[in-house]
């Protein structure tokens, strides 16, 4: 995968949340930082499967920030 994943860990849902800030509302949990990068990977591929079936644009990896 190409676009950001953020991993974090939550207290309110004891689990560690994934999310693609690239592709709104996609994001994933999991007992484990692991499980929860597995289950985003699918979940974003399924963003973009969806997004292209309904002809949505679909964002570019923004990538590394870069500093002057």
């Not at 996609?26 to 484990?32: L, S």
């Amino acid at each position: 995968m190409k676009h950001t994943v953020s991993i974090y860990w939550s207290d309110e849902d004891a689990a560690f949340i994934a999310e693609v800030p690239e592709l709104p509302g996609c994001m994933a949990d999991g007992k484990t930082y692991r499980e929860a990068l597995k289950a985003v990977e699918r979940v974003a591929k399924e963003w973009v499967e969806t997004a292209e079936e309904l002809g949505r644009p679909i964002p570019k990896p923004k990538g590394r920030l870069r500093y002057a």
